[in-house]
């Protein structure tokens, strides 16, 4: 066990070698030429800059990584797995579909099924997303305190793993559609802008709220009944045209309101309300321009209150 | 050379209140800050509610240094280490590192209990900013040495603490970021994995790496580090060659030096029959040897009264290294005192270590008086009494010869060998002249 090295080893004064970053592997006394600029530097002030945006590209196989771990943990173990995805908005469809059907709720005569699912299937996505990503900062402290890599990652990598079931769930919204003959029409075209306006809405508040959450816990009690009120306020379990053209504007200064009516005339077909969709645009980038900044000056101080 | 670490004006402070509470709720922050901004109206400027974790540090590293980061719990050591890793911010000042940086600052640091060994490999990468090809190149080679080849496909969270080490250190060892971070990572793990652990840093500074080390284990940071920086309450107290360093450390925190005396009677290590008045460790001279030449005989005197007549006393010292084992234990077995009952008075006992008996490193020792009939009674017990240093210059006339790498062993006598050859008709050649150049080392 004793740790003798055969002959005199060492080689403290080596010269540079020519750079190969990506050379081969068997490399001995020969270091890298030092970089012009600092590999990794830290100093003093808390303003967002350009290289930390550099940062995220650098690390984005970091993002691929924590969205497949966040996968892989969420369904070890289960016995369903990522069926899990759909059986939740699946249940809730059909108790909605069941209570509300029978109460007579108008849905602008889309089949239950599908209107129902047209409301839960983007607010399934943004609550888990929403509620996921503000944990997970604190959720990943260890992580945090201990290594260095762009912080937004994080909540960004929750939202990723939510889009991988948000497109498993989609299924049965593709399977519904074909069941009730929806017509395939130009508006579905707009299925992708939806989605991405629902992920970055998601991001926004996703980041902000985890940012939030490591400086006050107080966010963990106060986001469940927050979004549970959020639920009602958006038309999901009823339709937008339910309220009188004098209060609908109330309506649509929910961002949500105009991704699920979007979401139900991409499927049926029928006319999109243009202004609503475009109104939510603007509060989805008006949201992620300001938690991108929140983050940002909150972020610099995450090891120390973690 | 441009190094590779530069570290201008750096401080970090906290506030104490911050440390404390750790996060706040709202309505703790709103109470505070109207708590502060009155406070700040009453007292302005009230000092003492920050604490500098690091303070005024500036320094540089050359690319392929070993340094050692030693002091007190609380120093800094760690904070610096989050501070060049961009983990936290600091408060003034700004650090630069030239290359990427490995971090091993705690067994398993983002491993998921949930993952395989061999996904968390590859997270672990990821999170160090590694390619996943250079991950895939070097997988075998991190499973290798980890010796997890069977168990590489099972979750983490049933690893023994063991396995999570190893594959840990493993990772963090086998990919090729230009900088490595270690917080005392050496302690945990069985002997030959630790011995392991230890050859790998000896590799990894071969290739020319850079490793900042932080630890308690003074052997581990003399035997890996060239240079230590040593810290208190986060300001730099020292900053060079590790053993002078390391044992400037060890003096203040052991409250050991070359040269202990007892002034009052009443405070001396003894009993009614005897005194320690004096240890020291002295040269041949007569000087007192706070640092030692490895070639050099060290003698360890002690100097003590009788005070009553008629007993027969031994005097004794052990001498143990830095890692607390024992070295050997000596008492005077000379015919003049050995059965000879002692007179009232002043005595000074020297035990002479030879020279070239002695391995490098900081050593302490016990100093006692004993006597042994009728029974063992130990008189004046005098635990670590004194410490100096073994400094092993590459003078080439020591047992270390030519060899300037770390040699093992508690201790490192020169002995003689001898070799016998056969030549049959082959002629012997001249000895070759010795071409390495013979190195002083600061002390």
Redesign the interface.
């Known amino acids: 066990m004793s740790g003798e090295q055969a002959g005199p080893t060492e080689a403290l004064n080596y010269e540079s070698g020519d750079g190969d970053d990506g050379g081969a592997p068997p490399r001995r006394a020969a270091p890298h030429v030092l970089p012009l600029a600092p590999v990794v530097a830290n100093e003093a002030g808390a303003a967002l800059r350009l290289r930390d945006l550099g940062d995220v590209w650098a690390f984005r196989e970091l993002l691929y990584f924590l969205t497949w771990r966040d996968i892989r943990v969420r369904y070890k173990q289960t016995a369903m797995g990522a069926a899990w995805a759909i059986i939740q908005p699946l249940v809730m469809m059909l108790v909605f579909a069941v209570v509300f059907g029978m109460m007579g709720v108008p849905t602008d005569g889309m089949p239950y099924f599908i209107f129902f699912y047209c409301g839960l299937l983007p607010w399934t996505f943004f609550s888990g997303a929403v509620t996921n990503s503000s944990l997970s900062l604190v959720t990943n402290g260890n992580l945090i305190s201990k290594v260095y890599f762009p912080r937004v990652l994080i909540p960004t990598a929750t939202i990723g793993a939510g889009l991988v079931d948000l497109a498993v769930a989609s299924v049965i919204l593709v399977l519904l559609a074909f069941y009730y003959g929806m017509p395939a029409t130009r508006n579905l075209l707009m299925l992708p802008v939806l989605v991405v306006l629902t992920v970055l809405m998601s991001l926004g508040l996703g980041m902000w709220l985890a940012a939030l959450t490591v400086k006050y816990r107080d966010v963990r009690h106060v986001l469940p009944f927050t979004l549970q009120v959020w639920f009602f306020v958006t038309p999901i379990i009823y339709p937008a045209n339910l309220l009188d053209v004098k209060w609908r504007w109330l309506l649509y200064l929910n961002p949500m309101t105009g991704i699920v009516e979007g979401l139900r005339s991409a499927i049926s077909g029928r006319a999109f309300d243009w202004p609503s969709i475009a109104f939510s645009a603007t509060v989805t980038l008006a949201v992620l321009v300001i938690s991108i900044f929140a983050f940002n000056r909150i972020e610099k101080s995450f090891a120390d209150l973690i | 050379m441009?190094p590779?670490i530069?570290v201008e004006n750096l401080s970090k402070s906290?506030r104490i209140g911050?440390l404390e509470a750790?996060?706040?709720?709202?309505r703790e922050?709103v109470a505070r800050k109207v708590a502060a901004s009155l406070r700040r109206r009453m007292r302005r400027g009230e000092a003492g509610e920050t604490l500098w974790a690091l303070k005024d540090l500036d320094f540089t590293v050359q690319?392929?240094e070993v340094l050692g980061l030693i002091g007190h719990n609380g120093a800094g050591k760690s904070t610096l280490l989050?501070?060049?890793?961009?983990?936290?911010?600091?408060?003034?000042?700004?650090?630069?590192?030239?290359?990427?940086?490995g971090?091993l600052?705690?067994v398993g640091?983002?491993f998921?209990p949930?993952?395989t060994g061999r996904?968390n490999i590859?997270?672990n990468g990821?999170?160090?900013?590694i390619?996943?090809a250079?991950i895939a190149?070097?997988l075998d080679e991190i499973i290798a040495f980890a010796e997890l080849e069977k168990f590489i496909d099972t979750?983490v969270k049933w690893y023994s603490t063991g396995m999570y080490l190893r594959l840990a250190f493993s990772v963090a060892s086998n990919l090729?970021t230009?900088v490595l971070f270690m917080d005392e990572v050496l302690a945990v793990g069985d002997?030959?994995f630790q011995?392991k652990c230890?050859?790998k840093m000896?590799e990894i500074r071969?290739?020319?790496?850079t490793i900042l080390f932080v630890s308690h284990s003074m052997a581990a940071v003399t035997r890996l580090c060239?240079r230590v920086i040593w810290l208190d309450h986060g300001r730099m107290v020292q900053d060079g060659p590790a053993h002078a360093v390391v044992n400037d450390y060890l003096g203040t925190a052991w409250k050991v030096t070359a040269e202990r005396v007892w002034g009052e009677e009443e405070e001396a290590p003894g009993d009614h029959v005897v005194r320690l008045r004096r240890v020291r460790a002295r040269e041949r001279g007569g000087a007192t040897a706070e640092s030692l030449d490895i070639r050099h005989p060290v003698g360890i005197e002690l100097t003590y009264d009788v005070l009553v007549e008629g007993e027969v006393l031994t005097p004794k010292v052990e001498l143990l290294n830095e890692e607390g084992a024992a070295l050997f234990s000596a008492h005077d077995v000379g015919e003049r005192w050995r059965y000879r009952p002692r007179p009232v008075g002043r005595y000074v006992s020297t035990v002479w270590i030879p020279g070239n008996y002695l391995a490098e490193g900081n050593l302490r020792a016990h100093a006692s008086i004993v006597s042994h009939t009728p029974a063992t009674v130990l008189h004046a017990p005098a635990p670590n009494a004194v410490g100096f240093q073994v400094v092993d210059s590459q003078h080439k006339d020591s047992a270390r010869g030519?060899?300037?790498?770390?040699?093992?062993?508690l201790v490192r006598p020169l002995l003689d060998w001898t070799t016998e050859f056969d030549a049959g008709d082959a002629a012997v050649p001249e000895t070759v002249p010795d071409t390495?150049e013979s190195l002083e080392v600061p002390t």
């Open positions: 441009k590779i530069k906290y911050e750790g996060y706040a709720t709202l922050a690319p392929g989050k501070v060049l890793s961009r983990i936290t911010v600091p408060t003034t000042g700004r650090t630069e590192v030239y290359g990427r940086i971090t600052l705690e640091t983002g998921h949930d993952l996904e590859y997270l990821a999170i160090l900013g390619r996943r250079e190149r070097k979750p090729d230009e002997v030959g011995q230890l050859d000896h071969q290739q020319g790496r060239q030519d060899y300037v790498g770390p040699i093992p062993g390495t």
